[in-house]
């Protein structure tokens, strides 16, 4: 089982959204019983709440499930339990690997527009503050495509 970890700052915003729209595409590749999908904040301000009104509004729009989608916070354990931890933003990435100091295991902790040829913008930009859900959107989305294409190449997967 491939394991995969979306991070953001409140995990309300941009790494539920991830998680929903990446949950979405494996489902439709046939892909749930090789790959999970989580996502998690580095900040715990929303822990136990619902993504944010105008996530849950887009994904919804888009006809992508929020269902059961609960802010948590991440964890220093988190490392030991996925294979790809996918950060939203420079700070994003940067909490994580202070957070996980030595302990990184093989693991790969990226930036999502890492996985985009040529990005837009190499950090997805916070909806929180940008009030602008649908750029992010698109970013994600471009994002979380790219993420599973090289996913299912690197563990040949079809
Ligand atoms: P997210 O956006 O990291 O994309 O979930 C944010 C949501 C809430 C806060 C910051 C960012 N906040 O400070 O409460």
Redesign the pocket.
Known sequence: MIRVLFA??????????AEAIFLDLIKKDRLTEYITVDSA???S??MGEE??QE?KEILTNNNISWKGLV?RQVDASDVNQFDYIIA?DDQ?KHDLLQLFGASQQPIIIAKLMDFVNQPEKSN?P????TGNFSD?YQLVLEGCQQLLQFIKEKHSIS
């Not at 953001?8 to 959204?17: A, E, K, T, Y």
């Not at 916070?126 to 503050?129: E, G, K, Q, R």
Request: aromatic share 12%; hydrophobic share 25%.
């Open positions: 953001c700052l409140g995990n309300i915003c941009r790494s539920p959204m904040g580095t900040g301000w929303h993504p944010h996530t802010a939203m994003n997805i916070d909806p929180y503050y992010t």
